[in-house]
């Protein structure tokens, strides 16, 4: 929202009884009208008022409802997106696919200059807003960050965390995080995720064709040659067989520091203290750039094959019509049991975690660099923890974000369209998670033999 209009509301859930959305409403209650909190007023919007309702009342079970607003929006009305957007600070928009449903809810933030927070895992879509809609919202003074749940925080924190261990004269060349998901009970995921993949792998040139129409975005200078990493790899220090995972992490993190490269000292706030101005630079002058990976990880060989299968299902399925209908309507065939359409239980919900290690390689001293064939001679391993991360981890990142937007707002850029590390990297987003169930861990620092 402009500066100097109160909207009624602090900020709105979108989609608040969709899978994800009804989790992040229960998130977002812990902290309206509580002491430290800047939260005050929300309300709830989507298509169907009574889901709404219900939603309501299960993320406050057993205790009666609180009167929190429930509006009326749907994605395919300008008009009432429009009208949502003029009664609050923050759009959270929890309506995916986003390629489907997104981009009204982005276009109208930038007509009215409301600040729009999502969930999107999904780089043509992120990659379209930040073509077709950055110049918009920076007039409008409107922020809209995209992938701000598991898709893409604790990938972006995750890295500055482990690249800010390396203290000069150590420099950093790579970081690989692998990431690996735990239950007691049977792991079943987020199927909005399942099916943002799948279309994911259907609009894949498109991205490629968007990426070809745009500058070439600057490209940060890494001390040392890149990575030619296995694609399978036992990687025995954490205990897990892994292999590349194409998710939106890796994509995301490299927007951010080709943003870091053009603007070496992060982006100026829309009315911060000197002293913040200060903090900001001195952050980022402590981050040094990394070629970065992703890999998700298994204790079992047996387990890996298991993913692999699923990627060559959604892979060769995902590239024709009658492919794609088979992929979505038969979500747990395909997954091997790992989605299904009514999603996990609360049980399978709570009982989950996830573990993201983050092996970062580089040079003791700068000068090795230099050498014929520099090999890295030290290793930084870190680690994120948290519960699970599709209905758990999820809704904290984002409601922390909701929170720093209207807690930091002037510290934060006017407008524009930015990766969550760019906007959120320099702030305190790392300590609110630490307080909030998702740890940050350095593991070890050794040297390595050349």
């Not at 004269?169 to 790579?174: F, M, S, T």
């Not at 994911?200 to 040659?225: D, M």
């Not at 009514?342 to 975690?353: H, I, L, M, N, Q």
């Not at 707002?409 to 006017?414: A, E």
Request: aromatic share 8%.
């Amino acid at each position: 929202m402009a500066e100097g209009q109160n909207p009624p509301y602090d900020l709105i859930i979108l989609g608040a009884s969709g899978f994800t959305g009804k989790y992040v409403v229960k998130e977002a209650l812990k902290f309206l009208n509580t002491p430290s909190s800047p939260l005050g007023s929300i309300a709830l919007a989507g298509r169907n008022p009574a889901k709404l309702t219900q939603t309501l009342k299960w993320a406050t079970h057993p205790d009666p409802p609180p009167p929190i607003p429930i509006l009326t929006a749907d994605t395919n009305d300008v008009s009432s997106l429009h009208h949502l957007c003029a009664q609050t600070k923050i759009i959270l928009n929890c309506v995916g696919p986003f390629r489907l449903y997104g981009e009204p809810v982005v276009a109208a933030c930038a007509e009215i200059g409301t600040d729009y927070l999502d969930i999107c895992g999904e780089p043509e879509f992120m990659e379209r807003m930040e073509a077709k809609y950055h110049d918009r919202t920076v007039d409008a003074g409107s922020l809209v960050v995209s992938a701000c749940g598991f898709d893409s925080v604790p990938a972006e924190i995750g890295l500055l965390f482990n690249s800010r261990q390396w203290v000069d004269p150590a420099v950093l060349n790579r970081v690989e995080a692998y990431l690996s998901l735990e239950s007691d009970k049977r792991i079943v995921g987020n199927i909005g995720t399942y099916e943002s993949a799948v279309l994911g792998v259907s609009n894949a040139h498109q991205l490629q064709e968007l990426r070809r129409s745009r500058p070439r975005r600057a490209r940060p200078a890494i001390p040392g040659p890149p990575p030619k990493g296995p694609t399978l790899e036992h990687q025995k220090k954490i205990g897990l067989w892994a292999v590349k995972l194409p998710s939106a992490d890796s994509i995301v993190v490299r927007r951010t520091l080709s943003t870091l490269t053009e603007n070496p000292g992060g982006l100026p706030g829309r009315n911060e203290s000197t002293e913040h101005i200060q903090k900001r630079e001195a952050f980022w002058s402590s981050v040094k750039p990394a070629h970065f990976g992703v890999k998700i990880g298994t204790k079992s060989l047996l387990g890996i094959l298991r993913i692999i299968a699923v990627g060559v299902f959604i892979g060769i399925f995902g590239n024709f019509a009658y492919g794609r209908w088979l992929l979505l309507k038969f979500p747990s065939v395909f997954s091997l049991g790992w989605f299904r359409k009514k999603g996990p239980s609360e049980d399978e919900v709570r009982s989950a975690t996830f573990k993201m290690w983050f092996v970062g390689h580089g040079f003791s001293n700068s000068s090795l660099v230099s050498q014929e064939k520099p090999k890295p001679d030290m290793e930084i391993v870190t680690r994120v923890m948290g519960p699970e991360i599709g209905y758990l981890t999820t809704p904290i990142i984002l409601v922390q974000c909701a929170l720093i937007l209207l807690n930091q707002r002037d510290n934060l850029p006017k407008g524009g369209v930015f990766t969550p590390g760019i906007i959120f990297g320099p702030t305190n987003l790392q300590e609110r998670l630490q307080e909030n169930g998702i740890s940050f861990d350095v593991i070890s620092k050794n040297a390595i033999s050349a």
